[in-house]
């Protein structure tokens, strides 16, 4: 069920290889969410962007009020891109994306895409908070985006009803759709129970999917209680799962993001599992890498040595309008050995100055 279409536009092409695309804008979370953050609320233009591979960039701007636009011809092609901004007066107040698809035809494009405000969070809550609802209680879990624009969420941990409770690591997924701001299972699942993982979409040789890696889980089947490093990645992608082992141990508490350059998956630091007095810490580079879809080791150690709880983000500098690629850690705990000990009492984190907001060394990436 869809919460509110603040327009229907069809944008129209004519003429050999082109094709028509269809966009729908969803401007609600939810049915009865509240509306006090209205992506239209003053709104009285729309402006479409398209871009693509070998296709000049079209900007065409429609009054809301008009309800339909007409763009230029959308010729065939990959990497489409379509970009609505709404508009008060010369400035933008919402905003929405396609990301990009590929318009091979014969066949239309039809879109949906949500429309949010600009820095602010979209209310997703009805009156009986029926659709911010999970199916399932869980804590420790990791969130990516589906290449439709819906976010699975994997795993985590739960408690039972016992006295005192049980802790249960969780193998199960779900799936919440902006378009309905619903939560739903999604089946079949992973195969490993983990917690406090990292979960990234990736593209890789068998297309757009979600890769979970590292974390916590049960040693057994049973899923309660006593927790190891998980070693087993897991692809999801076209509705299936595909466990990819790496040549490394299992890792826990690592970083990760995706080099925005090479399209790799980076799992980097990390520790042999949860946080007890002696447990190894790692300084090395684990990545999955999209062109084969596999997990590789990093030929060469971390410039700044074992290291964990690290935070990882992909850098996004362009050079001559290329990426330049690479992965940023900050805010690690830097130990002196390849373990962690007991810190004394009043004791805190050591923080690296040397790795703070330094990149990743390339020979500690995959080749580009």
Same mark, same amino acid.
């Given at each position: 069920m869809r919460a509110a279409a603040a327009a229907a536009l069809?944008?129209?092409?004519?003429?050999?290889?082109?094709?028509?695309?269809?966009?729908?804008?969803?401007?609600?979370?939810?049915?009865?969410?509240?509306?006090? *953050?209205?992506?239209?609320? #003053?709104? *009285?233009?729309?402006?479409? #962007?398209? $871009?693509?591979?070998?296709?000049?960039?079209?900007?065409? *701007?429609? !009054?809301?009020?008009?309800?339909?636009?007409?763009?230029?011809?959308?010729?065939?092609?990959?990497?489409?891109?379509?970009?609505?901004?709404?508009?008060? /007066?010369?400035?933008?107040?919402?905003?929405?994306?396609?990301?990009?698809?590929?318009?091979? #035809?014969?066949?239309?494009?039809?879109?949906?895409?949500?429309?949010?405000?600009?820095?602010?969070?979209?209310?997703?809550?009805?009156?009986?908070?029926?659709? $911010?609802?999970?199916?399932?209680?869980?804590?420790?879990? !990791?969130?990516?985006?589906?290449?439709?624009?819906?976010?699975?969420?994997?795993?985590?941990?739960?408690?039972?009803? =016992?006295?005192?409770?049980?802790?249960?690591?969780?193998?199960?997924?779900? %799936?919440?759709?902006?378009?309905?701001?619903?939560?739903?299972?999604?089946?079949?699942?992973?195969?490993?129970?983990?917690?406090?993982?990292a979960s990234l979409s990736v593209s890789g040789a068998s #297309?757009?999917?979600?890769?979970?890696?590292?974390? @916590?889980?049960?040693?057994?089947?049973?899923?309660?209680?006593? &927790?190891?490093?998980?070693?087993?990645? @897991?692809?999801?992608? =076209?509705?299936?799962?595909?466990?990819?082992?790496?040549?490394?141990?299992?890792?826990?508490?690592?970083?990760?993001?995706?080099?925005?350059?090479?399209?790799?998956?980076?799992?980097?630091?990390?520790?042999?599992?949860?946080?007890?007095?002696? %447990?190894?810490?790692?300084? $090395?580079?684990?990545?999955?890498?999209?062109?084969?879809?596999?997990?590789?080791?990093?030929?060469?150690?971390?410039?700044?040595?074992?290291?964990?709880?690290?935070?990882?983000?992909?850098?996004? =500098?362009?050079?001559?309008?290329?990426?330049?690629?690479?992965?940023?850690?900050?805010?690690?705990?830097?130990?002196?050995?390849? *373990?962690?000990?007991?810190?004394?009492?009043? &004791?805190?984190?050591?923080? /690296?100055?040397?790795?703070?907001?330094? $990149?990743?060394?390339?020979?500690?990436?995959?080749?580009?």
């Amino acid at each position: 069920m869809r919460a509110a279409a603040a327009a229907a536009l069809v944008l129209f092409g004519c003429g050999p290889a082109v094709l028509g695309i269809d966009v729908e804008l969803i401007t609600m979370a939810c049915p009865g969410a509240a509306y006090d *953050t209205n992506p239209l609320a #003053g709104v *009285t233009q729309l402006r479409f #962007g398209l $871009t693509g591979d070998g296709l000049e960039a079209q900007t065409l *701007t429609v !009054a809301l009020a008009k309800g339909s636009a007409q763009l230029p011809n959308l010729p065939v092609g990959r990497n489409r891109r379509l970009k609505v901004e709404a508009l008060v /007066s010369a400035s933008v107040r919402a905003r929405a994306d396609s990301g990009k698809f590929d318009a091979p #035809g014969p066949a239309d494009v039809h879109l949906r895409l949500f429309l949010r405000n600009l820095d602010a969070f979209s209310p997703a809550g009805d009156s009986a908070a029926a659709c $911010t609802h999970m199916t399932a209680p869980r804590a420790g879990h !990791a969130m990516a985006l589906l290449p439709d624009g819906r976010v699975l969420i994997s795993g985590g941990f739960s408690f039972d009803g =016992n006295t005192p409770p049980n802790l249960i690591y969780r193998d199960d997924v779900e %799936v919440f759709d902006p378009a309905t701001g619903g939560f739903a299972p999604l089946s079949p699942g992973p195969l490993a129970r983990r917690a406090g993982h990292a979960s990234l979409s990736v593209s890789g040789a068998s #297309g757009a999917g979600i890769l979970l890696a590292g974390g @916590e889980g049960p040693p057994d089947a049973a899923g309660v209680n006593k &927790a190891v490093a998980v070693r087993p990645f @897991e692809l999801f992608a =076209n509705g299936l799962w595909t466990e990819l082992t790496p040549p490394s141990a299992a890792r826990t508490h690592a970083a990760a993001a995706v080099d925005l350059k090479t399209g790799a998956a980076l799992i980097a630091g990390g520790q042999s599992g949860p946080d007890v007095p002696g %447990v190894s810490v790692y300084p $090395t580079v684990t990545y999955f890498d999209p062109a084969t879809n596999s997990v590789q080791d990093a030929a060469l150690p971390l410039r700044a040595g074992p290291l964990t709880d690290a935070v990882a983000a992909a850098r996004g =500098n362009l050079s001559a309008g290329a990426q330049r690629g690479g992965v940023v850690l900050a805010g690690v705990l830097k130990v002196a050995s390849s *373990t962690k000990s007991r810190l004394p009492a009043g &004791a805190g984190p050591q923080m /690296s100055p040397e790795i703070c907001a330094r $990149t990743l060394p390339l020979a500690s990436r995959p080749p580009t």
